[in-house]
C-alpha cells in the first residue's frame, strides 16, 4: 500500500516501489532517525539513494543516528513561493550536519541534512527563535507527524547543551 | 565569528604551466599545453547569432519566439535554410522542439535533440554539436532556446500553482521544508561562503550595480536603468542573502546560434569566433546532492576549469571579457573565484574592485546578462561574445554608410558598450552549485 499524508497542507504519497522513502518516514513516525548505512564499506548517507555513492553497494541496513549536529549553512526565506509556507515567513532552511561521520569518507565530507527550524513540538519556529539561529547553532532532531505512521524530521535548538554564538547574515 | 580560511594553493599569478588541483588532498598537475592542439581547438567556430526582444509579454508562442530567432541567427551567418542540417534546443517543459522549428523554416535536418536543462546547457550542447558534427552526422547545427519565461512558465515556481502536487521522491527533501525555487536552493551555498572566506553583501550587490551600467548601454536589455549598490542592498529580501536586486530579471525571448566547422565557418559573412575549448555540464561528486561533498563554498568551476583551462591552451589571465553566468550575483562571482580569475575566497573582492566593469580590465557580462537583459538560460551570455569578438556590439554608437558602428568607447549611459579590440572570452555557464559549463572562444581564425 502506499503510504499517504499530509504535511502543512500539503499531500504526501509515498507509492509502494519507493520503499527505502517508505522505510525513512516510518522510522521517523517511530522517533528516531535512522540512515541507510552501506553493507560494505559501511558509510552512511542522505538522503536516501539506490545505491551506496561511494563504493555503489546497493544493500544497506538502516541505522539510528544521534539526531544531533551543527547548523552548517542556512538560508532564510521571506519570500515564500509555495502557499503553504507564506504564513511562517522568514523561515529558515537549515543544512544541519550530524555528529557522525564528519569529514568522511573525504575531508569536508559529512551528512548534511535538509530542516526548517521547528520548536520542540515540531511547529515551525516563531521568528524570534528564528533570529536566534546561526551557522554553528547546535541543534537536535524533532518529528512532526504527517500520517500512516510516518513523520517528517525537523530542527530545534538543543537545549541541554550551552550554545556559542553562532554567525550570522549580517546587512553591513 | 571567526572565518574559517580553506588552505587553497592556486594564485591570480600562478605561471601558466602548472596549475595546482586542490582537492580533497589529493595534488596533481594539470598542465597548460599552449602549443599542440588539444581536442578539436580551433576547429569549430559560432557563425551566426539571433534573438527576439527581451520582453514580459511576448504575446506569441515558443514556437514563434523559437523560429524567430532561429531565422535570424541563420540569417546573421549569412547562410541559407539549406546550410543547416543540425538543431538541438534546450528546455525545462516549457519550450517547443526542434522539429516544430525547423518545419516552420522549411529545414530538413539530418540530426536533431531536444534535451532536459536549463542554465549551463547552452555551452555543452555547443560541445554536443561539434560532436556530431566531427562524428559525420551533420555538417552545421543550429542551438535554440525558446522560453515564455515570464507571461508562461516562471523558471522561480511563482504563478505555477507551487504545492499542489503530492509530495513524494526528491520532494520529501526540499519542496516539504520550502525549498523550490533556485534562491531557496542556492542560498545554503551563498551563505557559506560567506561564513567561510567573509564574503560581504556590499561586496556582492557590486554585481547588480555593474550589469546595470552594463545594460544602460543595451538598448535590447529588459532593465536600462542604473542600479547602485545601495539599490541593491535595500531592495526587499528573497532569501536571505538574496535580496530583490540580487536575483535576475524573468523575460520572454528566444536565442539562437549557429556553429560549424572552421572550413565552412570561413565563408561565413561574420569573422568567425573560434572554439578554442568547451566544458558541458561537469560536476561536483555527489551530484544529486552537491552539499554533501564540501566545501560546498566551492562550485562545479573548480573541476571544470581542468578540462577549460588545458584544452583551451589560454589560463584566466588571457581573459578580455567574461560571461560569468548571473541568475544571482552570487553566481557570477563564485564561477569567477573557481575558474581561477582571483584566489579561491576572494571572489568579493573581486567583483567589487571595477576590473569587471565596461572600461576594466575584465568587464563581465557586458549585455547587462541574466540581471538585467534578460533571462535565456546563458545563451545571451554567449551571442554578447561573439559580437564583442567580431568588434560588432549593438548599441547606440553611430552607424557609418557602409553600416559599420563606429564605436566611441564613451561608457557612459546611454553609450557604447564594445570592448576595445577583445581577442579572447570565456563563458562561465551555471545550472547549480554542482553543476556548470563553460566555453573559450577567440577572435578569428587561429
Redesign the interface.
Known amino acids: 500500500m502506499p503510504l499517504q499524508g499530509e504535511y502543512l497542507g500539503m499531500s504526501v504519497a509515498i507509492p509502494d516501489l519507493d520503499r527505502p522513502n517508505q522505510e525513512f518516514y516510518t522510522h521517523c513516525g517511530q522517533g528516531v532517525l535512522h540512515l541507510q548505512s552501506c553493507v560494505k564499506c559501511t558509510l552512511l548517507r542522505y538522503p536516501t539513494t539506490t545505491a551506496c555513492p561511494w563504493c555503489a553497494e546497493s544493500e544497506y541496513v538502516w541505522t539510528p543516528v544521534s539526531g544531533k549536529g551543527t547548523l552548517y549553512s542556512y538560508g532564510e526565506v521571506h519570500h515564500a513561493i509555495q502557499p503553504a509556507f507564506q504564513q511562517f515567513t522568514p523561515y529558515l532552511i537549515l543544512l544541519v550536519e550530524l555528529d557522525e561521520q564528519r569529514d568522511r569518507p573525504n575531508r569536508f565530507d559529512g551528512l548534511r541534512i535538509n530542516g526548517n527550524l521547528a520548536d520542540a513540538s515540531g511547529e515551525m519556529a516563531k521568528p524570534e527563535i528564528v533570529a536566534t539561529v546561526g551557522i554553528g547553532s547546535r541543534l537536535r532532531v524533532v518529528f512532526k507527524s504527517i500520517g500512516d505512521g510516518m513523520a517528517i524530521p525537523l530542527w530545534t535548538l538543543d537545549t541541554d547543551v550551552k550554545q556559542e554564538a553562532p554567525w550570522r547574515y549580517s546587512d553591513n | ?1 571567526t572565518a574559517v580560511r580553506q588552505p587553497y594553493p592556486f594564485q591570480h599569478n600562478t605561471p601558466l604551466v602548472f596549475w595546482l588541483v586542490w582537492e ?2 589529493d595534488l596533481m598537475n594539470a598542465e597548460i599545453d599552449a602549443t599542440s592542439e588539444k581536442f578539436l581547438r580551433g576547429k569549430y567556430a559560432i557563425v551566426g547569432v539571433g534573438e527576439t526582444p527581451y520582453t514580459r509579454g511576448s504575446g506569441t508562442t515558443t514556437r514563434a519566439l523559437g523560429t524567430y530567432a532561429v531565422r535570424r541567427a541563420i540569417e546573421d551567418a549569412g547562410l541559407g535554410m539549406d546550410d543547416i542540417d543540425g538543431m538541438l534546443s534546450y528546455s525545462g517543459n516549457d519550450s517547443i522542439p526542434s522539429t516544430a522549428v525547423a518545419g516552420d523554416l522549411g529545414i530538413r535536418l539530418n540530426f536533431y535533440m531536444d534535451v532536459m536543462g536549463g542554465g549551463s546547457s547552452t555551452e555543452a550542447l555547443i560541445g554536443i554539436a561539434m560532436g556530431v558534427i566531427e562524428a559525420g552526422m551533420c555538417k552545421t547545427v543550429v542551438i535554440f532556446r525558446s522560453m515564455n519565461g515570464y507571461s508562461q512558465i516562471r523558471i ?3 504563478g505555477r500553482g ?2 499542489a502536487s ?5 520532494g ?10 533556485a ?2 536552493a542556492f ?6 561562503h ?2 567561510d572566506y567573509g564574503t560581504t ?1 556590499e561586496q556582492i550587490a557590486h554585481v547588480k550595480a555593474i550589469h546595470s551600467e552594463h545594460a544602460s548601454n543595451n538598448p535590447k536589455a529588459y532593465y536600462k536603468h542604473r542600479v547602485t549598490v545601495d539599490d541593491v ?1 535595500s531592495s ?6 538574496l535580496h530583490l536586486l540580487d536575483c535576475c530579471v524573468e523575460t520572454d525571448n528566444a536565442t539562437a546560434i549557429v556553429v560549424t566547422r572552421m572550413d565552412r565557418a570561413r565563408d561565413c559573412k561574420h569573422i568567425p569566433a573560434t572554439i578554442l575549448s568547451v566544458v558541458g555540464r561537469c560536476c561536483k ?2 551530484i ?2 552537491h ?6 563554498s566551492t562550485v562545479a568551476g573548480h573541476y571544470a576549469k581542468e578540462i577549460l583551462w588545458p584544452n583551451a591552451g589560454v589560463g584566466p589571465d588571457d581573459i578580455d571579457l567574461t560571461g560569468s553566468y548571473d541568475a544571482f550575483t552570487f553566481t557570477t562571482m563564485l564561477q569567477l573565484e573557481d575558474y581561477g580569475f582571483c584566489e579561491k575566497g576572494d571572489g568579493g573582492e573581486y567583483v567589487s574592485s571595477g576590473i569587471m566593469r565596461l572600461g576594466g580590465a575584465r568587464p563581465n557580462n557586458t549585455s547587462g546578462g541574466h540581471l538585467c537583459e534578460g533571462y535565456t538560460h546563458g545563451m545571451n551570455m554567449v551571442i554578447e561574445n561573439v559580437r564583442q569578438l567580431r568588434g560588432e556590439i549593438d548599441d547606440s554608437c553611430p552607424v557609418d554608410a557602409n553600416g559599420k558602428r563606429q564605436h566611441t568607447y564613451d561608457y557612459s549611459s546611454g553609450g557604447c558598450r564594445q570592448v576595445r579590440d577583445p581577442e579572447i572570452t570565456a563563458n562561465l555557464g551555471w545550472a547549480m552549485p554542482g553543476t556548470g559549463s563553460a566555453l573559450v572562444m577567440a577572435k578569428g581564425e587561429r
Open positions: 565569528m580533497r588532498g522561480g515556481g511563482t507551487s504545492g503530492s509530495l513524494s521522491g526528491d520529501l527533501f526540499g519542496r516539504a521544508y520550502g525549498q523550490s525555487s534562491a531557496q542560498a545554503q551555498t551563498f551563505m557559506r560567506m561564513y553583501p542592498l526587499r529580501m528573497i532569501v536571505k542573502p561528486p555527489r544529486d546532492n552539499y554533501q561533498a564540501g566545501p560546498i
